[in-house]
C-alpha cells in the first residue's frame, strides 16, 4: 500500500509546483502588462512627430500659430536696389513685396517736391505770403520731418516757368497721407496759395538722407519723361549712367534719385528725379560742362522725350 501511494503523492507535489510556478509568471506578465498600460496612458497628452517640423505652424517650440504677419518681420529684407520694389511697383501682388514702398525699411526718406509758377499779377508781396504760409506747415503737422525751399536759379532755362521750389521730407507714405488733407494744408496755406498760383508741379520719390552734412546746399532738380517706345533696358541705362556721376565729378556733394509715386497727379507726365546737391555755384559750373556729364547726356538722348530742371538754394 506504502508503495502504491507514494508515486501518486510525487505527482501532486509535482503538479502543485507548477501550479505556483505558473501562478508567478501569470502575476508577472499582468504586472508588466499594467506597466505597459500606465506608459502608454502617460503618453496621450504628448503631441507624436511623423515628420519634420513645418517652420510655418509653430517657432521655437511654441504651441501658439505664427501668422504671416510675424513671419514677415523675421524676414531679413534685402537693401539691394534692384531686387527692392519701389512704389510705382503696381503689378506687385505679395503684400511682403510691397511693404518696402510703404515705410521706412532701407533707411530711405520719401520726398515730396514742388514746384510753383504764379501768376503774373501776383506781387513779391503776394508771393512771400505764400512762402509764409508754406514755411509754417512744419509747425503745425508733426509728419513733416524736413522742409526746404527755395527760388530757380537755373541756368539751363529748362525750367518751363516754375520759380519756386519746395522739399519736403515724410517717414513714409503714412505721414504724406496724414499731410495732404491736413486742415493746415487744405485750409490756411491752400487759401494763401489760389489766388496767385498758375501752375503746380509735383514729383514724389524715395530718397537717401545725406551721409555729410552739408552746410550750403544748392539743389539740382532734374527730371524726365521718357519716350513713350523707350526700352526699359535703355532706360536702366540712364539711370546707373545718371547714378555714376557723383564718383566721377567731385562738385557734387550729394545725389539721389527715384521714380515717381505721387498720388496727385500733378507730374506732367515726369516719372523720374534726380536730386543732384552742390555747395557752390562754382560747383555746378565744373558740372554741367564736364566731360563726364556730356558723356551720359549722350546715353539719355535717344530716349528723351522732354527734361525739366529747377534749381535753387535750400532755405
Not at 517640423?53 to 513671419?71: Q, R
Not at 519746395?166 to 485750409?187: C, I, N, Q, S, W
Not at 538722407?209 to 524726365?224: D, G, R, S, W
Not at 506732367?268 to 546737391?277: A, E, K, P, R, S
Request: proline share 6%; glycine share 6%; aromatic share 10%.
Amino acid at each position: 500500500m506504502v508503495f502504491s501511494l507514494n508515486p501518486l503523492f510525487r505527482l501532486r507535489m509535482r503538479l502543485s509546483q507548477a501550479g505556483r510556478f505558473s501562478n508567478r509568471v501569470s502575476l508577472k506578465i499582468g504586472s508588466l502588462s499594467i506597466l505597459l498600460l500606465g506608459i502608454s496612458l502617460c503618453g496621450c497628452d504628448s503631441k507624436p512627430v511623423t515628420g519634420p517640423v513645418d517652420p510655418g505652424s509653430t517657432l521655437g517650440g511654441s504651441d501658439e500659430p505664427v501668422s504671416e504677419a510675424d513671419m514677415t518681420e523675421e524676414q531679413p529684407i534685402s537693401t539691394d536696389a534692384a531686387a527692392k520694389p519701389t512704389a510705382t511697383d503696381s503689378n506687385a501682388t505679395d503684400a511682403t513685396d510691397k511693404e518696402p514702398a510703404m515705410s521706412n525699411t532701407d533707411g530711405k526718406l520719401l520726398r515730396h517736391a514742388v514746384f510753383f509758377s504764379f501768376n503774373e499779377d501776383s506781387t513779391d508781396e503776394n508771393i512771400a505770403g505764400v512762402t509764409t504760409a508754406f514755411a509754417a506747415l512744419p509747425s503745425k503737422i508733426e509728419s513733416i520731418l524736413d522742409f526746404q525751399w527755395g527760388t530757380n536759379n537755373s541756368p539751363e532755362n529748362l525750367d518751363d516757368g516754375f520759380t519756386h521750389g519746395f522739399l519736403l521730407t515724410f517717414k513714409d507714405e503714412a505721414g504724406r497721407e496724414v499731410y495732404l488733407p491736413h486742415p493746415a494744408h487744405t485750409g490756411e496755406f491752400a487759401d494763401t496759395l489760389r489766388p496767385h498760383m498758375k501752375d503746380v508741379f509735383v514729383i514724389d520719390y524715395w530718397g537717401t538722407p545725406h551721409q555729410n552734412e552739408i552746410t550750403k546746399q544748392l539743389k539740382h532738380a532734374v527730371f524726365f519723361k521718357f519716350k513713350d517706345d523707350a526700352d526699359p533696358v535703355a532706360v536702366k541705362k540712364v539711370e546707373q549712367a545718371f547714378a555714376a556721376l557723383p564718383e566721377k565729378i567731385d562738385s557734387i556733394k550729394a545725389f539721389e534719385w527715384g521714380t515717381n509715386n505721387s498720388p496727385e497727379s500733378h507730374d506732367d507726365g515726369f516719372t523720374h528725379c534726380f536730386m543732384v546737391t552742390f555747395d557752390s555755384e562754382e560747383g555746378r559750373e565744373v558740372y554741367l560742362p564736364h566731360p563726364e556729364h556730356l558723356a551720359f547726356v549722350e546715353v539719355l538722348k535717344p530716349v528723351l522725350d522732354k527734361v525739366r530742371v529747377i534749381d535753387f538754394w535750400a532755405q
